[in-house]
């Protein structure tokens, strides 16, 4: 199998560094391109959903555009080595969940075998089991209370009718 040499040396290069779980995301995100037939994605029309925030990230970002920034790019935080791609105009969805490992082999070899393989090997290809994430909202802001730092409403909490931001607000919790 074959890769776009070229596209792996700019995504090195945005990374900084050459790692495996570099290889993996960059993996991830060139098959969404064949897939698909897309290049990175100029405003959202490609979301990612990552759930965990590794190197591999990075990559996706690169290969496909999408960031945090841009509202594209979200955190699932769920430790495990799996993308969920959604495309927002052809509705297309799928997850892809790391299965090949390369227990016993060095860095440079995993470097290799990740890069090396094709990516149906790579990857167990599922559909998400949750919804594409709505688009990126805008939020009025309001000052915090306490520390009057501006704060996005979706975050602000009320106490005696007074906003607090969340490091500010001390929760108040009945659940038993
Ligand atoms: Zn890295
Ligand atoms: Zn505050």
Redesign the pocket.
Known sequence: MTYNKKLWEECANFHRHICPGLAIGFKAGEYIRKLWGVKASIDEEIVCVTENDACGVDAISYVLGCSLGKGNLIFRDRGKNAYSFFHRETSEAIRLVRKANTKGLSREESLEFYLKTDPEELFEIKKPHYELPPKAQFFSSSP??????I?AEHRLRISDDKL??????DEYDRRW
């Open positions: 915090c209370s306490k520390c009057e730092e704060t607090y931001c969340l490091d500010c607000y």
